[in-house]
C-alpha cells in the first residue's frame, strides 16, 4: 500500500517556468514532509523538508507548500532552470520512525 | 565533513549467488538504512541498524541481512539472489531519533 501518492508522473516545462509536484497522503500521524532530487545514476539528495506545524518553507529557489486539512504537500521549484532537470521524490514518516515511505516520483525537464 | 560513501557502485551477480554491499555513515551520524531502488520506483525501505542491531524492517524476506560495525559502517548481504533483486541499493545515515536521512550515491545491483 503506498503511503504517498504523487503526481504529476512526469512534467516538462520551460526554462523560467515553475513546475509544481503534488503529494498526498492518508495517515494524519505522519510529521515529517522532505522532498529529495536524484540524478541519474545517483542517490537522492535531501532538497527541502517541513513540517506540519507551518504551511510554507522556502529555501532558495525551492518552496513547500504544506495543506494539513487536506493531507496534501507539493513542491515548487522558482524560475527554474535546466539544471534542476531530474527525478524528485516526496517522502513521508512518523515520529521517532526510522524509515522514509517515498512516493513513485516525478520526472522534470526544464527545456532551455 | 565526509557524506555517505557506498562500494561497490556496480556489480553483476548470477542468481542464487550472494552479495555484500558496504556503506560508510556520515562523519557524526549513528544510524544507518538500507533502501531498494528498483527502476523508475521510489526507495523501498529494508531495515535499519542502530547501536549495531537491527531496528526496524521493511518487507524484505531474511535473506536481506545487515551489520552495523563499532565506527557506524553498515553491510548489507543478500543471500540466494533472485533476478528481481536487480536494483540500485541505497544506504542513508542519520542521527537516532533525528529524521533527516542522507544518502550515498548507491550501489547498481545486476542479477542474471
Known amino acids: 500500500q503506498q503511503q504517498v501518492k504523487q503526481s504529476p508522473q512526469s512534467l516538462i516545462v520551460q526554462k523560467g517556468g515553475i513546475p509544481i509536484i503534488n503529494c498526498a497522503y492518508e495517515?494524519?500521524?505522519?510529521?515529517?514532509f522532505p522532498w529529495y532530487q536524484q540524478f541519474p545514476g545517483k542517490g537522492p539528495a535531501l532538497l527541502i523538508a517541513?513540517?506540519?506545524?507551518?504551511s510554507e518553507k522556502k529555501e532558495g529557489r525551492f518552496t513547500i507548500s504544506f495543506n494539513k486539512s487536506a493531507k496534501q504537500f507539493s513542491l515548487h521549484i522558482m524560475d527554474s532552470q535546466p539544471g534542476d532537470s531530474a527525478t524528485y521524490f516526496c517522502?513521508?514518516?512518523?515520529?521517532?520512525?526510522?524509515?522514509?515511505?517515498f512516493g513513485t516520483g516525478t520526472r522534470l525537464t526544464v527545456i532551455p | 565533513e565526509t557524506g555517505v560513501t557506498q562500494s561497490p557502485t556496480h556489480l553483476i551477480k548470477t542468481r542464487g549467488q550472494q552479495v555484500t554491499l558496504r556503506c560508510s555513515s556520515q562523519?557524526?551520524?549513528?544510524?544507518v538504512s538500507w533502501y531498494q531502488q528498483a527502476l523508475g520506483q521510489g526507495p523501498q525501505f529494508i531495515f535499519q541498524?542502530?547501536?549495531?542491531?537491527?531496528?526496524g524492517r521493511g518487507n524484505f524476506p531474511p535473506r536481506f541481512s545487515g551489520l552495523q560495525f563499532p565506527n557506524y559502517s553498515s553491510e548489507l548481504n543478500v543471500n540466494a539472489l533472485e533476478l528481481d533483486d536487480s536494483a540500485l541499493y541505497l544506504c542513508?545515515?542519520?542521527?537516532?531519533?533525528?529524521?533527516?536521512?542522507?544518502f550515498g550515491q548507491g550501489t547498481r545491483l545486476t542479477v542474471v
Open positions: 542513508a545515515s542519520s542521527l537516532q531519533g533525528a529524521p533527516e536521512a542522507f
Open positions: 517541513i513540517r506540519p506545524d507551518v
Open positions: 495517515n494524519t500521524a505522519f510529521d515529517y
Open positions: 541498524y542502530y547501536r549495531e542491531e537491527e531496528n
Open positions: 517522502a513521508v514518516s512518523k515520529p521517532g520512525a526510522n524509515n522514509l515511505f
Open positions: 562523519s557524526g551520524h549513528n544510524t
